[in-house]
């Protein structure tokens, strides 16, 4: 019987990316679920924010040095990274709110709509093609989302909504904003000044809003800043390994973690219409996905032949 052939450096390197962006979706799960934890030990919002990214700088400052180095702190667009900074941290304080007011699960689903937001935000506002395939994915995924609301008859709460829906679009527009700014500004120079930003930010509101917590709960703030900066940086990695199209499909076991951390944790269990609605979204992303793969292929010149 003839042994398998070794992956080619090629596969070795789509391997890792997938591993880096499972890590990172892992990670993503965990920040989420030390966010409710942590709320329910009286952590307010603010303080929520300023531990994601009062922790997470070390991780970050300690990447930048091991990688790019001194140079990536350098930008050309300040006012961009000011206006990127506001979206984000508006974005980041809605989903944390979310997060804490809705089951992980159905937080995580509707969270799971921002792609959708981002292909009707580059139509409206870049005047970027969108084809009927792409039209009808987005409208899929949309009402997925309206099933995960269960109108008419929902018991989740209706701010925990409007905060998942609206941090949905927030995060979709920071992706339009991030496609402009990636023109000239590298992936470390964004992740550190938004972190700077939210540092910054944090700091100002923390004599407001701060109060006196046991280790546990100082623990679990710590586990937040770790977890995002973990996130963050493996969710860089992945990209830098292997195409979108292949990592970016992996984001959905975020939505298995959560629904395993809500049972586990909280003795919440995924509703029928939570599972028929993030069954639709994970749908139309896959789907609108793949569009996009063929798209930017049908851009490619043609590969010429080697030799």
């Known amino acids: 019987m003839r042994s398998p052939a070794p992956p080619t450096p090629a596969q070795e390197r789509r391997l890792a990316g997938i591993a880096l962006r499972v890590a990172a979706v892992t990670a993503f799960a965990v920040l989420a679920a030390a966010i409710k934890l942590s709320s329910a030990r009286d952590v307010s919002l603010a303080e929520i924010m300023f531990a994601r990214n009062a922790f997470a ?11 790019p180095g001194r140079a990536a702190l350098r930008t050309r667009r300040p006012a961009a990274h000011v ?64 099933v995960v609301m269960q109108p008419g008859g929902s018991a989740i709460p209706p701010l925990g909504l409007a905060m998942a829906i609206v941090a949905a679009l927030g995060v979709g527009t920071v992706n339009i904003t991030l496609r402009q700014i990636s023109a000239t500004e590298g992936v470390a120079t964004t ?105 930017h292929r049908e851009r490619l010149p043609a590969t010429p032949p080697e030799g």
Request: proline share 6%.
């Open 57 to 67: 700088m070390p991780l970050i400052v300690g990447w930048i040095a091991a990688g």
């Open 83 to 146: 206006i990127r900074a506001a979206l984000g941290l508006g974005s980041m304080a809605l989903n944390f709110g979310a997060i804490i007011l809705l089951p992980l699960a159905d937080a995580t689903a509707i969270g799971f709509s921002a792609p959708l937001f981002a292909t009707l935000l580059s139509a409206l506002l870049l005047g970027e093609a969108v084809g009927p395939h792409r039209w009808a994915a987005v409208a899929l995924g949309f009402v997925g989302v309206v």
């Open 191 to 295: 992740v550190f000044w938004f972190t700077a930003a939210g540092l910054v930010v944090g700091a100002l509101l923390m004599p407001f809003f701060a109060t006196a917590h046991d280790p546990a709960t100082w623990g679990l703030m710590i586990v937040i800043g770790l977890a995002g900066g973990v996130a963050q940086i493996c969710l860089t990695g992945s990209l830098r390994l292997a195409p979108v199209a292949v990592v970016a499909p992996f984001d959905y076991v975020q939505l298995l973690w959560a629904s395993l951390l809500g049972w586990a944790i909280w003795a919440t269990h995924p509703t029928p219409h939570m599972a028929a609605g993030a069954a639709l979204i994970v749908a139309s992303g896959l789907y609108t996905l793949y569009r996009e793969h063929l798209f």
